[in-house]
C-alpha cells in the first residue's frame, strides 16, 4: 500500500479498509516510524545552492529555510518548483509570508528543483506605515496594493501630505506630491494612484504640534495643560487646576496668547 500523501489521521481508516478485503474480525494499530529522506535541488538566486537531504515531509519553504533563503537579489514572487516528472509550479511565498496562506507551500518529493530568479520590479514604502520595506512588485500594482502590503498607515502618517519618488527614463529623479483628506478619499482614490518600478513612497508624520487646549502655570495646585472647551472662561482654568496656592501675589496674572496674525 502506498501512503504517500495521505494524512496520518486517516492511515488508520485506509489500512482498515484495504485489509477488511481479506480478514474480518480483526484490530490493528497504527504508529509512527522513521521518516525517509528525500534528495531535493535548490538552485538560482540562494545563498547556499546545492543538493540537500530532507525529510520527506517537507515544504518549498522549509527547503528555503534550509538554504538559507534567497539572497539580496532573489524573487520571492516568481519562485519555480519543477518536479521529478518535469511539471512544473510557479509559487509566490508574498500570500505566505504576508497573509498566512500555506496554498502555495507545495509538498516536496524526491528529484524536486526548487528555482529562485533575480528579484523583478519593486517598489519601496517608507515613514509612518506598519511595516515599511522594499517589495517585489509583480505586474502593475496600486497605490492601495502597496499600503496593504505594508501593513496599512500609522496612527500618526499625515494623509495630507504623501511623496512618490520616480526615476524617469533612466535620465532623472522627480517627486510629485499626493493629497487625501481623509481615510475614505485615500481607500477611493489610492486604487488609481498606478506604482512603477524603483518607485519610492514618503508617507509624513502628523505635526507634533498640538491644538485645542490651553496652558496655566505658577501659583496653581496643578499646573499644566488643559483641554480648551467651548465658551472657556479663565475661573474654569484655575478651578480645573484645583486653584491657587496659599501666598499667590492676586494683584498681577499674565495672559499670553497668539493672535491670527503670528505675534
Known amino acids: 500500500m502506498y501512503l504517500w500523501g495521505v494524512k496520518f489521521a486517516d492511515a488508520k481508516r485506509l489500512i482498515q479498509d484495504n485489509l477488511a478485503k481479506y480478514f474480518a474480525n480483526f484490530q490493528i494499530n497504527v504508529s509512527m ?7 531535493v535541488f535548490m538552485l538560482g538566486e540562494v545563498k547556499k545552492p546545492g543538493a540537500y537531504t530532507v525529510s520527506s515531509l517537507s515544504t518549498v519553504f522549509s527547503a528555503l529555510y ?7 537579489i532573489g524573487s520571492l514572487r516568481k519562485i519555480k518548483l519543477t518536479r521529478a516528472n518535469k511539471s512544473e509550479e510557479a509559487i509566490d511565498l508574498y500570500s505566505y509570508l504576508l497573509r498566512g496562506d500555506r496554498a502555495q507551500d507545495f509538498k516536496l518529493d524526491a ?3 526548487v528555482f529562485v530568479p533575480p528579484i523583478g520590479a519593486v517598489a ?5 506605515v506598519k511595516r515599511p520595506a522594499i517589495y517585489e512588485l509583480k505586474g502593475a500594482i496600486a497605490l492601495s496594493e502597496l499600503l496593504e502590503m505594508a501593513g496599512g ?15 524617469k527614463d533612466h535620465q532623472r ?16 482614490s489610492a486604487s488609481n494612484v498606478m506604482l512603477q518600478d524603483g518607485d519610492l513612497v514618503l508617507i509624513s508624520a502628523v505635526a ?9 502655570a505658577g501659583n496653581v495646585a496643578r499646573p499644566g495643560d488643559y483641554e480648551l472647551r467651548p465658551q472657556m472662561r479663565l475661573k474654569e482654568l484655575i478651578d480645573g487646576a484645583e486653584g ?15 493672535r491670527d496674525d503670528k505675534t
Open 173 to 188: 529623479k522627480i517627486v510629485f506630491d499626493l493629497e487625501f483628506e481623509n481615510t475614505q478619499t485615500l481607500q477611493a
Open 153 to 167: 498607515i500609522s496612527a500618526v502618517g499625515y494623509l495630507q501630505r504623501m511623496q512618490i519618488e520616480r526615476i
Open 111 to 113: 528529484g524536486d528543483t
Open 244 to 258: 491657587i496656592l496659599p501666598g499667590t501675589y492676586l494683584e498681577r496674572a499674565e495672559l499670553s496668547r497668539f
Open 33 to 39: 516510524g522513521k521518516l525517509r529522506s528525500i534528495k
Open 124 to 128: 519601496g514604502i517608507a515613514g509612518n
Open 208 to 216: 507634533p504640534i498640538r491644538h485645542n487646549y490651553v496652558s496655566v
Open 66 to 72: 534550509e538554504a538559507a533563503g534567497p539572497t539580496k
